[in-house]
């Protein structure tokens, strides 16, 4: 995990701030919480945009719509593998994340920002919503 700017380990919120973070990441590749859009609206900030691999632009609610049906979601299809995961505080209550994940045969680089929300807690998230995520999918034979 990299934390912080350009010092490396710059401080134990920010190091708090990247795991929780990450966690939140974690959470949103469950089955469980992209089935419900109860669960997952708790991790997507309602400013949520995603360029996805095909290149579609995804916005709050058409994330919150279709995420129950895109693959990774299903309990009983493929699950999300994730690698790689690191993070670096950008500012307080502001994370950039990038990781890779494997779903089936498909593997794909991501980066995400996530943002701390104010009165934040009582989401059992640490108030923690993705901002922003970007995916790209990595054709075969690519390192």
Do not use: C
């Amino acid at each position: 995990m990299r934390v912080g700017r350009d010092t490396g380990l710059e401080d134990e919120d920010a190091a708090e701030e990247v795991r929780q973070a990450i966690a939140a990441e974690s959470r949103l590749m469950d089955p469980r919480v992209r089935s419900s859009r109860k669960r997952a609206a708790r991790l997507l900030d309602p400013e949520f945009v995603e360029v996805g691999g095909s290149g579609r632009r995804w916005t709050y609610e058409s994330m919150l719509a279709e995420l129950p049906d895109i693959a990774g979601s299903p309990e009983e299809g493929p699950r999300y593998e994730p690698s790689r995961m690191s993070g670096v505080r950008l500012a307080p209550g502001l994370v950039h994340l990038t990781f890779e994940t494997v779903l089936g045969d498909r593997r794909t680089r991501h980066s995400s920002i996530w943002r701390k929300a104010d009165g934040a807690g009582e989401d059992g998230n640490g108030g923690w919503r993705m901002y922003y995520h970007q995916a790209t999918r990595v054709p075969p034979g690519v390192a």
